[in-house]
């Protein structure tokens, strides 16, 4: 809730006019506590587990030829029923694990300073800040889903996200419920190290999960503007990781690829991906020699 009363008291206090957003944030504010505020995110994370998927649901489902040469692996397809058996078990996670998780989370976001006031960060402070959360998350979640690929932590934990050997945007944040506890630390160290607005907050928490759904969509889309994000793995990256399932030691990064080349666990990825290049190369190859040879015989013939 802001300590002023009107906006004449806010930029009194500035020493400056409000901006148009921080008079929409003022307007919406105000009368709100932060608790109420800060538990937008069960909202948003609910609005982006729900819609977000939609638009993969929908190619799956119409298997339009256009897009389907755009999926990883076009011999595995779900119903829609295997679909929404997916988001019903995400959803039953969401109301028993990460709702209740986000209402008892509060008192360490104003523990660590989370703010919710005027002014408002400037661009620039939160693309800075969310630059952080995203190379911290990443990090440490390298080593905890490194960690749940050993036998004990893939067996009682890991297994259940592994399900999908082609993932789905739905199965995005299917997970056991300890995994969903254990990799929420990762998403909230970066705002604990470097504390911002409540509207950060709410942006990384919105970007991170639609980048989970990105990277589990099963599509490798040209046009993707992540495609200019340097060292961003992306769907095709991800899908190696589950498509080689438990026995995978290879691509464990969240969202960047730079961990798994410095320690070593993407060659087995990078092998794939020089026998597959080589492949294309030999099967061109090949269609050009055919094609010479008949066109020579033709040339004979006349």
């Not at 957003?21 to 937008?40: P, Q, V």
């Not at 979640?141 to 996200?161: A, D, P, Q, T």
């Not at 990762?186 to 470097?194: D, K």
């Not at 969509?217 to 793995?233: A, C, E, Q, V």
Request: glycine share 6%; charged share 15%; with cysteine.
């Amino acid at each position: 809730m802001l300590p002023y009363a009107s906006i004449s008291e806010v930029e009194v206090a500035l020493g400056r006019n409000l901006t148009f957003a921080e008079t929409l944030w003022f307007n919406y504010s105000a009368s709100k506590s932060d608790y109420f505020l800060y538990c937008h995110n069960i909202l948003f994370l609910f609005l982006i587990f729900s819609l977000v998927p939609l638009p993969l649901v929908f190619l799956e489902l119409k298997r339009l030829s256009f897009f389907d040469s755009y999926k990883i692996q076009p011999k595995v397809r779900l119903s829609l029923d295997e679909m929404f058996r997916c988001y019903k078990d995400v959803m039953r996670m969401f109301f028993l694990v990460v709702g209740p998780l986000q209402l008892v989370s509060y008192p360490s976001i104003k523990m660590i300073g989370i703010r919710t006031g005027l002014p408002l960060p400037s661009g620039w402070e939160i693309l800075a800040q969310l630059l952080v959360y995203f190379l911290v998350e990443d990090y440490t979640n390298y080593w905890i889903h490194r960690f749940l690929h050993n036998g004990w932590g893939y067996e009682k934990i890991h297994c259940v996200h592994h399900e999908y050997a082609a993932p789905i945007g739905f199965a995005a944040p299917y997970a056991h419920w300890a995994e969903i506890l254990i990799l929420g630390i990762p998403s909230f160290l970066g705002p604990a190290m470097a504390p911002g607005h409540i509207v950060t907050f709410w942006l990384w928490i919105a970007l991170r999960q639609i980048e989970a759904i990105d990277t589990h969509s099963g599509y490798d889309f040209p046009w993707s503007i992540t495609k200019y994000i340097p060292f961003y793995g992306g769907a095709e990256y991800h899908d190696y990781h589950h498509y080689v399932g438990r026995q995978s030691n290879s691509n464990f990064a969240s969202v960047f690829t730079y961990c798994d080349y410095i320690y070593g666990t993407d060659k087995g990825y990078r092998y794939q991906k020089r026998i597959l290049q080589k492949l294309k190369e030999d099967l061109a190859y090949g269609e050009q020699q055919n094609g010479g040879s008949y066109k020579t015989q033709q040339s004979k013939s006349d």
